[in-house]
């Protein structure tokens, strides 16, 4: 690869400064930063949330909350972590690194890119406004229905199902927005020379989520907005007394639901790649295979839906169908599995903080992927389901699967947006108490699942005591070791060591190219791909 | 306040010490098996994640080894991958695919198939049916009779015994102003006053519908859960084949009291259960010759405590005081203290006996919950206490009459 930059000279001169720089940005890093920024502050929020639930689960009895506001707490938590936490992560290093690992000088529809973003603070708010208003009076709080809104509780709800059903509307304009942005700029400002076929791993798993998310979410505001209607205007589409079914709901909000976990994964499992080849120092294994697994998972996650909720009483073919599909699902992952050992196998490695994130998340999320193999299975998930071995299985899907992979694209791109390196010695210690509490936290919940303990209730029997106990100290270590990740960030983007253009030994890629941190208006003369 | 919490921490502490020696006997895996389809779901479960954990260990072992061996301080240098022949690349892709379609289709789908056709044959030999109804946030029982088989096989017939099974786990416990009390024969949280009774070895076809939101009956040691949908009728069943007392919860979050409906069944041998189903009916002839008696008024407000504690304290708490906006005050409330019938004796729209009866919005329709006396007592009850002093009487005659 043969790149040319572009001198620094326009920096910092033809834009405005303060606050009116971030309100009207058009720039892909700056509007990558604020999404980051975005991501990070909710993350805190959503977490500090389920450490209320995990305070008041610490032994049996209620002590701190109503069972109400306890309901309301998992519901916002799950919508606050998937919907402002994880997926404008992603898309924040959508917005960094696509334009520079692709040699473009931007994101193809910048204004839209400011508008995606600046819908995502109002979704916040109305997310988390109903709490405030209860303080006053006003309302009875946000929704206590569980993220996924199943009516006929939903249509029972307070206005918080209102407020949580508009906020879904503005994250999903602004996920599609952003999605047609990222699709529309992988299409045509790819550098000249860089084929679909050696396009970085990032912009494909990216682009298949793009794809995913235009498919689904419109399903979703579509089934939200039946919701609306049902509980405000009179219709019954989800009321059998009007002729309608709340099962419909579960399908309309599954067939967005599952695919959403991959939409989730897709960019990690971009960047995982990325991040293995160059701490093992050789270029990663089998990129066709990954490429087209990838594809392969993409196009099955909107076939299996119904997996989510078996014991909602289907007939036996359709059981057959979905359990078989959803089995189906661990081919394709597994060839990407085997891609990534198979990167490693034999590299020259080194474990500085990305590596070992990576390196965490290849094994936990192995166990995410394990646990869904045995959860396919219909009549085991009679017992599964809805009980504390799926919360389980789906933490260690979305949190190390999800947010630990997202927590390595931090530490190995932040040298590169910063311009500093970070502390490395933070940087593993945040790795180790995350990876260990995170186990603490998680493991004990297998067994209180197959012990027999559901989800989402506020008390429990005195034989589910001494595991909720360890769940919850440990859920506070997972919780407060994350202010040394924050603290990192904050001071990686204060100061610290220069980083050098590559950063890291064996970094290869048009990103790596550039200074660190890149330019304002990076690839003017835009670079070709041999 | 302080002394309470004092209480709540050392209690904590109670626990913590004791936790070791209660781990010891904690379960690891399913609970013991009681039915076929708990068996069967046991030894499913067992069998997946054995090979689940053979696969992780497998591939963290090859893993492991790389990580250990091919990193850069020990000088491994980085060796690249050469790419292979199309018939090698052939053969190394086919061969993880077979190995993996083998274990996903055959080792675990073969015995998949087999329990999923199982779990769903609810009708095949059963003995007798049984209707359950979730309800905000208490389980209905109703026995719908036994099959032709139940009968030729010398089954009691049990039909027309209805029952309501709450919570019984005292209210100041629930709430978390005394610490939780727990028995073997009554557990924290898992207890009701009315168990359901089934006979061991009976294939029971159970139907399953709610009246307000989704539940989910579930029994751990059955191996059954399945959705109660309001206005649907869904299926399953449970074949009992071991005596004794088994306990569960709802499995579908259903609103504040979520935490708060447990199922617990007392299966009993076949002459046990007789005897049971004796009793019950004896029972029922007798509230029905109660409803038409005549009731004083310290007779209903004595019974109206007991229901309003058990059904309505729930959510418009003990005092009468409500959670308003959700659930409002009953103390001085206009359809409390407002008169109930017109000149001719029929209830009005929205009075006392409407709501109770009917329902409205989140309040559930109590006709199909509570019998004539119960309603009488309840409604008698709030008009008389909880602050309010309206003075009249409700007789079980007169709620007979509202159902019509």
Redesign the interface.
């Known amino acids: 690869m043969s790149t040319t930059t572009v001198a620094h000279h326009d920096e910092h001169t033809d834009h405005p400064t303060g606050i009116m720089r971030w309100l009207t940005t058009t720039n892909h890093k700056d509007i990558g930063t604020m999404y980051l920024t975005f991501s990070l502050i909710m993350f805190l929020v959503g977490g500090s949330m389920i450490l209320g639930i995990r305070a008041e689960l610490f032994q049996p009895g209620l002590q701190l909350m109503n069972p109400d506001f306890f309901n309301q707490l998992i519901g916002v938590h799950a919508l606050i972590m998937i919907f402002a936490a994880l997926m404008p992560a992603a898309t924040g290093f959508a917005n960094w690194m696509i334009p520079l690992q692709i040699g473009a000088p931007d994101m193809a529809l910048p204004r839209l890119n400011n508008w995606g973003f600046w819908l995502l603070p109002p979704s916040a708010i109305l997310l988390t406004l109903p709490f405030t208003l209860a303080l006053f009076g006003i309302g009875d709080g946000a929704l206590a229905t569980g993220w996924t809104f199943y009516p006929p509780l939903s249509i029972q709800g307070g206005i918080g199902v209102d407020f949580a059903i508009f906020a879904v509307h503005l994250l999903g304009i602004s996920s599609v927005l952003g999605s047609i942005n990222i699709i529309v700029t992988l299409f045509n400002m790819r550098a000249p020379g860089m084929t679909f076929m050696k396009m970085p791993m990032f912009a494909w798993g990216w682009l298949i989520t793009a794809f995913l998310l235009i498919a689904t979410i419109p399903v979703l505001a579509g089934a939200v907005t039946m919701l609306l209607t049902d509980r405000h205007f009179g219709t019954h589409f989800f009321d059998a007394a009007g002729g309608g079914d709340p099962i419909m709901f579960q399908h309309l909000f599954w067939f967005f639901g599952h695919p959403e976990v991959y939409i989730l994964l897709l960019p990690v499992w971009g960047f995982i790649p990325q991040i293995l080849q160059t701490f093992s120092r050789k270029p990663m294994y089998g990129y066709k295979a990954q490429v087209y697994s990838l594809i392969a998972i993409g196009a099955m996650s909107i076939i299996v839906w119904a997996h989510h909720f078996f014991t909602a009483g289907m007939p036996v073919p359709a059981l057959l169908y979905f359990m078989y599909s959803t089995m189906a699902i661990s081919l394709p992952l597994a060839v990407l599995f085997f891609c990534w050992i198979k990167t490693m196998w034999r590299g020259s490695m080194s474990f500085e903080t990305p590596m070992l994130f990576t390196v965490g998340w290849i094994i936990l999320f192995g166990i995410g992927g394990l646990t869904g193999l045995v959860l396919a299975d219909v009549a085991a998930d009679a017992q599964y389901h809805n009980s504390y071995f799926v919360v389980a299985h789906f933490h260690y899907t979305l949190f190390a699967g999800g947010i630990m992979g997202i927590m390595a694209g931090v530490y190995y791109w932040l040298p590169k947006m910063t311009g500093h390196m970070y502390n490395e010695k933070l940087g593993q210690l945040h790795f180790w108490l995350t990876a260990i509490s995170f186990n603490l936290t998680f493991i004990p919940q297998f067994f209180l699942g197959l012990a027999g303990m559901p989800r989402r209730i506020p008390d429990y029997a005195l034989q589910f005591a001494e595991f909720n106990m360890i769940s919850s100290i440990a859920a506070f270590v997972l919780g407060l070791s994350q202010l040394i990740f924050v603290y990192n960030i904050i001071s990686t983007v204060r100061g610290g060591k220069k980083a050098t253009d590559q950063v890291w030994e064996g970094a290869e890629g048009l990103e790596w190219t550039l200074s660190s941190p890149p330019p304002y208006h990076s690839f003017s003369e835009q670079p070709t791909v041999k | 306040m302080l002394k309470q919490a004092m209480k ?1 921490i050392g ?2 502490l109670f ?2 010490l004791t ?1 070791p020696l ?2 010891a006997e ?6 013991e098996p009681v039915t076929p ?1 708990a068996l ?2 046991l030894h ?2 067992n069998k ?2 054995l090979i ?1 954990a053979v ?2 260990v497998v ?2 072992a ?2 492991i080894y ?2 250990i061996k ?4 020990v000088g ?6 050469k790419a292979p022949s199309t018939a090698t690349e052939i053969f190394w ?1 086919l061969i ?2 077979v190995i ?2 083998v274990i ?2 055959v080792i ?2 073969i015995p ?2 087999h ?6 044959d609810t009708r095949n030999e059963s003995d007798m049916v049984l209707k359950v109804t979730g309800s905000q946030w208490r389980w209905q029982y109703e026995y719908m009779g036994n099959t032709d088989k139940g009968s030729q096989d010398g089954l009691v017939d049990a039909k027309g015994i209805k029952f309501v099974s709450n919570l019984s786990t005292p209210q100041n ?4 102003t005394v ?2 009390v ?1 028995t073997p024969d009554s ?4 207890d009701v006053d009315n168990r359901l009774v089934l006979p061991v070895g009976a294939k029971v076809r159970i139907l399953m519908t709610s009246t ?3 539940h ?1 009956w ?1 029994v ?1 040691q059955f ?5 109660a ?4 009728i ?2 399953t069943w449970v074949q009992v084949d071991k005596a004794g007392t088994y306990r ?13 409906m447990p199922v617990v069944v007392d299966a009993l041998p076949k002459e046990e259960y007789a005897a049971w189903v004796a009793l019950k009916k004896n029972e029922i002839n007798e509230q029905a010759a109660g409803a038409d008696k005549e009731w004083s008024k310290d007779e209903l407000m004595e019974q109206g405590k007991v229901v309003y504690e058990k059904n309505c304290a729930v959510c418009h708490m003990a005092s009468g005081a409500g959670l308003p ?2 659930f409002p005050a009953l103390t001085g409330s206009k359809i409390t203290t407002s008169p109930i019938f017109d000149a001719d004796g029929k209830y009005l729209p929205d009075s006392h006996m409407d709501r109770v009866l009917n329902g409205v ?2 309040m559930p329709a109590w006709k199909a919950l509570l019998n004539d006396t119960e309603i009488a007592a309840v409604i008698t009850y709030e008009r008389n206490a909880l602050g309010n002093s309206v003075g009249d009487v409700v007789q079980p005659s007169q709620v007979k009459a509202a159902r019509q």
């Open positions: 709540k209690f904590g626990l913590l936790a209660a781990l904690y379960r690891w895996n399913f609970p389809m069967d779901t499913v479960h997946f994640m689940v696969i992780f591939v963290l090859i893993m790389s990580l091919h990193r850069k301080s491994h240098q980085a060796v690249a991958d892709t993880p695919f993996l379609l996903d289709f675990m789908g998949a198939y329990s999923v056709v199982m779990m769903e416990q629930v709430d978390g610490p939780p727990d557990p924290y949280l898992l307000d939101v989704l989910n579930w751990p191996g059954s859960s399945r959705l949908v309001p206005g649907f869904r299926e569960g919860q709802c499995k579908e979050l259903c609103g504040k009291g979520h935490g708060y906006p959700a919005r989140v």
